[in-house]
T-cell receptor, first 113, second 117 residues
Framework: AQSVAQPEDQVNVAEGNPLTVKCTYS??????LFWYVQYPNRGLQFLLK??????LVKGSYGFEAEFNKSQTSFHLKKPSALVSDSALYFC???????????FGSGTRLLVRP | NAGVTQTPKFRVLKTGQSMTLLCAQD?????MYWYRQDPGMGLRLIHY???????AKGEVPDGYNVSRLKKQNFLLGLESAAPSQTSVYFC????????????????FGPGTRLTVL
């Protein structure tokens, strides 16, 4: 069965420092992986996805994610964090290669000034 | 383009009351979904639809019913609300856009915060 895990409930980082939000996956077949962000009192917004090709995927708001097949990871990164990046981040994978998504439990990112 | 909209934004119910949540999308998407979000549990799929007139159960369907009479609308009903249904409910929609199955991006509404007393 497909699944994703986000091992950290919360990540704290100072503004201007690089940030990483971790995600590991377990899938059979080709892994399609997604990152979504949820700002306070808002719905989820799509950040980026990996389908195939280049292991480094670039997305919205300066975020990128690195697909690592050997470590079964898809960590979200940003070279320089902003206070406005503070939000809840979700990793997701399609359920059995269908159009339905399975979400991780979420990681809260706090960027302090 | 309004994207995905949800009505209402907030609602408080008493145990046993019923209500319907409305989701509308203007992107001509075939697929629509209802999720619930609870602290520490991410989003869980309640029901989904792959087209007008079709619905199917997701991960946590008990206590909910849905209908998709029009392509742009997806309704979620609670016939007899229970405190365990206190949650934030999100609607989403997606393609397909002719690509590989499982690669479509889902677009989310702003959510409905429901409290059942």
């Amino acid at each position: 069965a497909q699944s994703v895990a986000q091992p950290e409930d919360q990540v704290n980082v100072a503004e201007g420092n690089p940030l990483t939000v971790k995600c590991t996956y377990s899938v059979s077949g080709n892994p399609y992986l997604f990152w979504y962000v949820q700002y306070p009192n808002r719905g989820l917004q799509f950040l980026l996805k990996y389908i195939t090709g280049d292991n480094l995927v670039k997305g919205s708001y300066g975020f990128e994610a690195e697909f690592n097949k050997s470590q079964t990871s898809f960590h979200l990164k940003k070279p320089s964090a902003l206070v406005s990046d503070s939000a809840l981040y979700f990793c997701a994978v399609p359920m059995d290669s269908s159009y339905k998504l399975i979400f991780g439990s979420g990681t809260r990112l706090l960027v302090r000034p | 383009n309004a994207g995905v909209t949800q009505t209402p934004k907030f609602r408080v119910l008493k145990t046993g009351q019923s209500m319907t949540l409305l989701c509308a999308q203007d992107m001509n998407h075939e697929y629509m979904y209802w999720y619930r979000q609870d602290p520490g549990m991410g989003l869980r799929l309640i029901h989904y639809s792959v087209g007008e007139g079709t619905t199917a159960k997701g991960e946590v369907p008990d206590g909910y019913n849905v209908s998709r009479l029009k392509k742009q609308n997806f309704l979620l009903g609670l016939e007899s609300a229970a405190p365990s249904q206190t949650s934030v409910y999100f609607c989403a929609s997606s393609g397909p856009r002719g690509g590989l199955t499982g690669t479509d991006t889902q677009y989310f509404g702003p959510g409905t915060r429901l409290t059942v007393l």
